[in-house]
């Protein structure tokens, strides 16, 4: 039997590797990708979906375009980091496949109301808009999640885009307060564990080996995704992020977390955007959400490597 999952993305490098993730598995069956403005605007995300799918060999897959804009705050991208297409790196064609019609938040509303409760789970790769949104149209749908699995926040690592705020968190952290007091079953893999998932050279090397077109266009896309981090983490420390939430669904014993409570900041101007996680329980706030907190690098990139290798 299948996991169906709802991939919420907003490619993005990271995010093309984790949705050919899941593509290049069996055991996920992908209801349809649904795209946000975040790492750049929606449009250029939405086509970046598309273009993932093509190169994964999987035109059937629907892409909805979502969210413009954050539910409260001004938009923030990061062209720095993604380069001007979100997806530099590989000279990918202009997709064929269509864009489709329906609003990515009434794919997801709908989605969930029609299938039976607690069978679909949703995966966010990047801000919270759009599940935000979601829940605000239809708050019933989240007793109908089977599970939200979603890339963002940090505690011991702090942040990556303020000194204390994680990007997808911080570009709407607002959304992310509604979907982590929805009382919706959620594990949170936050920088406190991406950041042990580095992409070396001697890891991307088994990419541009691949006889497919994944696996080169990934290489290309990781050198030019790598080179940012590096900057900023030193040479061979460039964590791959969004790829751990789907790895996390195909073998959650590379993983390593703990039942906690996680509140988001969206008061402060200093801190906006904090995932304030109650690691050692003293607050006695009720646990909402699974922390991962630690990885099997190893173990990681040897499935990423053995799942894209299968694709065409």
Same mark, same amino acid.
């Given at each position: ?63 909805? #375009? ?98 204390? #705020? ?47 077109? #994944? ?98």
């Amino acid at each position: 039997m299948t996991l169906p999952i709802i991939i919420d993305t907003d490619p993005g490098q990271d995010d093309a590797v984790a949705i050919m993730l899941a593509l290049a598995s069996p055991e996920i069956e992908v209801l349809g990708l649904t795209t946000v403005a975040g790492n750049v605007p929606v449009h250029l995300t939405s086509m970046n979906a598309l273009k993932v799918c093509e190169l994964a060999g999987r035109q059937e897959i629907p892409v909805f #375009a979502g969210a413009a804009r954050p539910l409260v705050r001004s938009p923030v991208t990061a062209e720095e980091v993604h380069g001007r297409t979100g997806l530099d790196g590989p000279i990918l064609p202009v997709p064929k496949m269509p864009l489709q019609t329906t609003y990515a938040v009434d794919f997801i509303v709908d989605t969930l109301m029609a299938r039976p409760a607690g069978t679909v789970t949703v995966c966010t790769l990047g801000p919270l808009t759009n599940l935000g949104l979601a829940l605000l149209r239809e708050p019933r749908i989240a007793t109908r999640i089977r599970q939200i699995v979603t890339m963002g926040g940090g505690y011991f690592e702090q942040g990556n885009i303020t000194p204390s #705020a994680e990007f997808n968190i911080y570009v709407d952290p607002h959304a992310a307060r509604l979907v982590l007091e929805s009382g919706a079953p959620i594990t949170l893999i936050p920088l406190d564990c991406t950041h042990q998932l580095l992409t070396t050279k001697a890891r991307v090397s088994q990419f541009k080996k691949m006889q497919n077109l #994944a696996g080169p266009a990934i290489a290309d896309m990781l050198e030019f995704f790598e080179r940012y981090d590096e900057a900023k983490y030193g040479p061979d420390d460039a964590p791959l992020h969004d790829p751990s939430v789907i790895a996390w669904l195909l073998e959650p014993t590379l993983f390593e977390g703990k039942l906690v409570n996680v509140s988001i900041e969206c008061e402060s101007q200093l801190t906006m955007g904090a995932t304030v996680i109650d690691w050692w329980r003293v607050t006695g706030r009720p646990h909402n959400a699974m922390v991962i907190g630690s990885a099997n690098a190893e173990g990681f990139f040897k499935l990423l490597s053995t799942r894209i290798a299968r694709l065409p």
